[in-house]
Structure formats: C-alpha cells, structure tokens
C-alpha cells in the first residue's frame, strides 16, 4: 500500500478527497509524478513542489494484466494502465483499471477517466482509471 511521506502528503490529501492533483517544480514549472527530491527535469536538489489540479482524463499508452498477485489487497488478475494525461503528454500516470473484472483496453489511444478507489483492507485512496466513450 502507498504510504504517504511528507513530500506525497498533499497528492494523498487530495486524492482521499476526489481530487487529482501533480506537483509542479517551482523552478522550471514542470509537472513531476511522483514528487522526488531533486527535479527530473531542471535537476534542480529544492524543487519547492506546489501541488495543482491535474486533468482528469486521458489515454491509454500501454497496460499490462496482472495474474499473480504481489502484495495483499488487490485481487488478481486486475489491468494496469499506463495513461497521457490530455495535456501531459510527456507524465506518466499509472494506475488499476476500474471496476474488477473489467476487460482490458482494445487498443492504444483507448479514452479513460480517473476515478478514486479505497483498496481492500483500507489505506489511502488510490487514482484508477475507467474506460470511457470515445
């Protein structure tokens, strides 16, 4: 399970709330996810992350199904999706496809949105994505 620290706090935060939120460097305005200490991008080593509404809606880059299960919780087989967020292209968001059982996607470019699910046995709200209407 994700175990929020003080630099994901916020992320955490929001999602327990609905709410999708990235953090963006202060130095070079670039959305990073998940938050780390030094920059991906400016490399920067304070990166003085603000924590800003994030689109919730995309495409499917890639996705994998999952049949053996590794951690506790999450009953197998489920689909992770890899997703563009629309406007973040160059981001990575990674996350379960909603609701169990659900069929994978069909193809690349497939449209999602986020949703947030509470695993089983509790713990932090974690984004997941449903299919939608092309």
Do not use: K
């Amino acid at each position: 399970m994700p175990v929020p620290d003080e630099v994901s706090a916020p992320f955490w935060e929001a999602a327990a709330d609905g709410r999708l939120v990235l953090a963006r460097c202060s130095r070079c305005e670039t959305f990073v996810h998940p938050p780390e200490p030094v920059c991906p991008h400016c490399h920067h080593t304070d990166p003085r992350f603000a924590f800003e509404p994030a689109p919730t809606t995309g495409v499917v880059r890639s996705w994998t199904v999952i049949r053996q299960s590794f951690l506790p919780g999450f009953n197998v087989p489920f689909t992770l999706l890899d997703v563009a967020l629309d406007g973040l292209d160059d981001l990575r968001l990674i996350g379960r496809l909603a609701p169990e059982g659900r069929e994978p996607p069909e193809h690349i470019g497939e449209p999602v949105h986020v949703v947030f699910e509470v695993p089983a046995g509790g713990g932090p709200a974690v984004p997941s994505f449903v299919l939608s209407e092309p």
